[in-house]
């Protein structure tokens, strides 16, 4: 994939700041789907200098990048929306991977932690990003729990490690790799998308976690858990009244290991019928 990126200084004085922009932005915007190859575009009009504008785009590649340049829907937005109100241009073009795609690649699991705790508004930003999750018919059934009370914390490390029985070879009797941070995540069972929704959560979580230079793991039992006597215990303790699902628990913190590599893609797993 190519990334095509281009800063601009807008001409002073002009007299509707707003609509220039907004002209800028619905117009090269608007590009996708006429271009050929051109998979991505987004243009920043909300900057700190309010004279300055930035694209940022996608492309399939350097040929889809010529055509691009040539297309006449992208010379026409250039010629009566860009030009005439830009005094500076400076462009940036290179190849690489888009950032989300980048990040899908990279996310591994992590089974060894630091001590340190991360800031809380790193954490919030996981679990924000876990709630911005779509769920079935929007009901949102998906809940996350972020377990900071020690005693609750070592009542479900020890319930886990009970039904998880003895660990994998290799790995620690802790089913949570003793991460400083611990979150639960449950569905409501009124909805019958909660496990589903609340894997997306996991998921999302899992790469937001990532982005933000965390590590995590998702640690599973959480079914069994919430059926136990302790999962009533833990919906007393977060006031939940109904019946819930566990899905899983997000192990969260800074990795005490390298990154490891990337599972090789399997491309047998997709299949066309
Ligand atoms: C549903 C689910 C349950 C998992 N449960 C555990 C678990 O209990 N303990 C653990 O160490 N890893 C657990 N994992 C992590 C997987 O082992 C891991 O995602 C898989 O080996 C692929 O490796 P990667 O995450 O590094 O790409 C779980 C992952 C999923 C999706």
Redesign the pocket.
């Given at each position: 994939m190519l990334r095509h990126v281009i800063i601009w200084k807008l001409k002073d004085g002009l007299a509707d700041l707003a609509s220039v922009k907004a002209g800028i932005k619905e117009g090269l915007e608007g590009l996708v789907g006429q271009v050929p190859g051109l998979l991505r575009i987004k243009v920043y009009v909300e900057g700190a200098d309010p004279s300055m504008v930035m694209l940022d785009s996608y492309l399939a590649s350097a040929e889809a990048l010529k055509g691009y340049a040539t297309h006449p829907a992208h010379v026409a937005v250039a010629n009566a929306k860009v030009r005439p109100y830009t005094q500076a241009r400076h462009c940036l073009d290179f190849e690489g991977d888009s950032e989300f795609s980048e990040l899908v690649w990279e996310?591994?699991?992590f089974?060894k932690f630091k001590a340190d705790l991360p800031a809380k508004e790193l954490v919030d930003e996981v679990v924000r990003a876990g709630l911005l999750a779509p769920t079935g018919r929007n009901k949102q059934s998906s809940v996350v729990l972020r377990i900071d009370d020690p005693e609750l914390r070592e009542e479900i490390r020890a319930k886990n490690a009970e039904i998880m029985g003895a660990p994998p070879p290799g790995?620690p009797a802790d089913?949570f790799y003793a991460a400083p941070v611990m979150l639960l995540v449950i569905a409501n069972k009124a909805n019958n998308t909660g496990v589903y929704d609340g894997s997306l959560t996991m998921g999302n979580m899992m790469l937001k976690a990532h982005e933000l230079g965390l590590a995590a793991?998702?640690?599973?039992?959480a079914k069994e858990e919430l059926e136990s006597p302790l999962g009533q215990k833990i919906l007393a303790k977060a006031g939940l009244e109904g019946e819930w699902e566990g899905v899983?628990h997000l192990a969260l913190g800074y990795a005490d290991m390298p990154l490891?590599e990337p599972?090789p893609y399997n491309a047998a797993r997709y299949i066309t019928i």
């Open positions: 996310r591994r699991s089974r790995r089913p793991c998702w640690i599973h039992r899983g490891p599972h």
